[in-house]
C-alpha cells in the first residue's frame, strides 16, 4: 500500500515543482513599465513630423489621469498648417500587472467586436488589433496594442497616407521605448 502512495506523492511533488518552475520563470520575464511613463515621453515632435509628413506643434498635447488601478495618459500631435491637416493621438494606460492589461485588452476587443466594426489582427508588441469605424472623414482605423503591463491605442490622419501604415509605424517607434 506505501508503495502506491509514493508514487503518486512523488508525481504531485513533481507537477508542484514544474509548476512553482513555471510562474517563477513567467514572473521573472514579465516586464513592467513605470507608471511615471507617458504617451508623450514615447514619441517626439520631430518623430511625429517625419511619420505625419507635416510640421507638428512644438507642445503636444497631453492629458494624464490615475482611475482605479491604472494610469492613463493621452498625447495629440496636430499640425501647425492649414494646408495640411494631420493629426495623431497616442493613449496609454498602464495598469499594475500584465494580467490587468491583458484583461482592458480583451475588453476593448469584445467592445469593438460588440459595435459590429471590423477588426484585424496586427503583428506588434505582445498583441494587436486594427478596427475600422466609419466617421465624418470617412474609413478611419484605430490601432491597440498590448504590451507587458501597457495598452496602447494609436490614432492617425495625413492626407496622401494610409492610416494603418502611420499607426504602425508610431506605435513602433513607441513601442520600443517603453
Known amino acids: 500500500m506505501?508503495?502506491?502512495r509514493f508514487p503518486h506523492t512523488a508525481a504531485l511533488l513533481l507537477m508542484a515543482g514544474a509548476l512553482c518552475l513555471f510562474l517563477l520563470v513567467a514572473c521573472g520575464s514579465s516586464k513592467q513599465v513605470a507608471t511615471t511613463t507617458?504617451?508623450?515621453s514615447l514619441i517626439t515632435t520631430d518623430e511625429a513630423r517625419q511619420v505625419l509628413g507635416a510640421a507638428v506643434r512644438s507642445q503636444p498635447q497631453e492629458v494624464v489621469s490615475k482611475p482605479k488601478n491604472a494610469t492613463v495618459s493621452e498625447c495629440l500631435y496636430t499640425s501647425s498648417s492649414d494646408s495640411h491637416v494631420a493629426r495623431?493621438?497616442?493613449a496609454l494606460s498602464i495598469t499594475a500587472d500584465a494580467a490587468s492589461a491583458q484583461q482592458l485588452y480583451n475588453q476593448a476587443k469584445s467592445a469593438a467586436l460588440d459595435l459590429?466594426?471590423?477588426t484585424a489582427t496586427v503583428s506588434l508588441g505582445d498583441a494587436a488589433f486594427q478596427t475600422q469605424r466609419s466617421s465624418s472623414f470617412?474609413?478611419?482605423t484605430l490601432?491597440?496594442?498590448l504590451k507587458d503591463n501597457t495598452v496602447l491605442?494609436?490614432?492617425a490622419l495625413s492626407p496622401g497616407?494610409?492610416?494603418l501604415d502611420l499607426e504602425q509605424s508610431l506605435a513602433q517607434i513607441a513601442l520600443n521605448r517603453l
Open 2 to 4: 506505501r508503495g502506491r
Open 38 to 40: 507617458t504617451a508623450c
Open 88 to 90: 495623431a493621438s497616442l
Open 116 to 118: 459590429s466594426r471590423q
Open 138 to 140: 470617412g474609413q478611419e
Open 143 to 145: 490601432l491597440t496594442v
Open 153 to 155: 491605442v494609436v490614432e
Open 161 to 163: 497616407h494610409r492610416q
